[in-house]
C-alpha cells in the first residue's frame, strides 16, 4: 500500500472478499468494468513498485 498509495485498497480488498465469500453474488459486468477500466492502472503502479523495489535492493 505505501508503494501504491492511489490505489483504492478497500475496495479492492473487498472484491477480493466477495470473490472468496460472495462469489455467489459476483456480477460480472462489474467485474469485466474493472478488468477493462482499472485493472491497467493498477498494473501499471505494481510494475513501477516493482521497478523501485528492485532499484533499491541492487
Known amino acids: 500500500m505505501e508503494l501504491m498509495p ?3 485498497w478497500h475496495d479492492i ?3 477480493g472478499n466477495r470473490f472468496r ?3 455467489d453474488r459476483v ?3 462489474t467485474v469485466w ?3 477493462r477500466n482499472d485493472l491497467p ?3 501499471a503502479d ?3 513498485a516493482l ?3 528492485r532499484t533499491k535492493q541492487g
Open 6 to 8: 492511489s490505489q483504492p
Open 27 to 29: 456480477d460480472l459486468d
Open 13 to 15: 480488498r473487498g472484491m
Open 46 to 48: 505494481a510494475e513501477r
Open 21 to 23: 465469500h460472495a462469489y
Open 51 to 53: 521497478a523501485l523495489l
Open 33 to 35: 468494468d474493472v478488468v
Open 41 to 43: 492502472a493498477l498494473k
